[in-house]
């Protein structure tokens, strides 16, 4: 049987589908057969999730759909409906909001947190006050590189994310999230530059993002400059160097590094894999700096 009349925008509960002449072992017979995926408790997708972040997508929809309007998708749930980066936190769970006053509950695979007062009823909290969320929830890097990315694409602005600070000033652990989007510039381009930016300021040095170099080839642009240094860092993905940016993609970016070079300045070169190792950011900075000072 066909469940997509069953469900809405691919999710569907038990309880739904008894009201189609479904009972449990029709279900059963569906998820065993790959027509029906297990989300949360009682509730199901019509297709499988491509991965975790799609998982927690669909779960979510379900979730709201659970509460009937009594809740609001939260947190990395709902940076994931707005398609924000969404790093270092537990994407097998999904976090909804109440909008009326209650207690906080955990359930498997959802967490219903307390109501923030102040924020208007919708499908989703505000964005801002998602991003300062998923901080509290995982860790306020995961704010930082959701804020980095909603600055940049115009989602949010300065003022936003002051505000959602504001409105869960209460929480705990608020204080090393406000300390971390102090940092958030809508000039970071991608969570590469997020990570990488905040590592160099763990390691003390301050950062000038897309800085601009004049060369004989033109205006060329870094991810950072290390402030009061001749250090640029570059954050590279595999995209560049696996033709996914067309296939002169290296031979633009030797020419690009060549002519900034020419200008007397030197690159540290790093990959997402290398961000959370600090000794190795720390030791080729470090080198590139004696190599400039000499």
Request: proline share 4%; net charge neutral.
């Amino acid at each position: 049987m066909d469940l997509s009349h069953v469900a809405r925008r691919d999710v569907f509960s038990a309880a739904w589908a008894r009201g189609h002449g479904l009972d449990s072992d029709a279900i059963a017979r569906a998820v065993g057969e790959g027509r029906a995926h297990p989300l949360v408790r009682g509730w199901y997708a019509t297709r499988p999730p491509a991965d975790d972040v799609d998982w927690n997508r669909l779960a979510a929809r379900a979730a709201f759909y659970r509460f009937e309007g009594r809740a609001m998708v939260s947190h990395q749930s709902a940076l994931i409906w707005a398609s924000l980066p969404v790093m270092y936190a537990d994407l097998r769970t999904v976090h909804l909001t109440r909008i009326a006053a209650g207690s906080s509950r955990r359930r498997p695979g959802v967490m219903l947190h307390r109501a923030v007062w102040g924020v208007p009823e919708s499908d989703r909290v505000p964005l801002a006050v998602a991003i300062v969320q998923a901080g509290l929830a995982a860790e306020p890097l995961t704010a930082l590189i959701a804020a980095d990315a909603a600055l940049h694409g115009r989602k949010v602005d300065r003022g936003d994310l002051d505000e959602a600070i504001d409105l869960l000033g209460r929480s705990r652990q608020i204080a090393p999230v406000r300390t971390m989007l102090e940092h958030a510039d809508g000039r970071i381009e991608s969570p590469g530059e997020s990570i990488a930016g905040h590592r160099l300021r763990q390691l003390g040095w301050q950062v000038e993002p897309q800085f601009r170099v004049e060369t004989d080839q033109g205006e060329k642009v870094a991810d950072f400059r290390i402030v009061g240094t001749r250090v640029l860092v570059e954050v590279d993905g595999k995209a560049k160097y696996c033709g996914d940016e067309g296939p002169d993609a290296v031979f633009r970016e030797k020419r690009r590094e060549d002519a900034v070079r020419r200008k007397d300045w030197r690159f540290v070169r790093l990959v997402m894999a290398e961000l959370d190792d600090l000794r190795l950011i720390e030791g080729r900075v470090r080198e590139q700096l004696a190599a400039d000072a000499a």
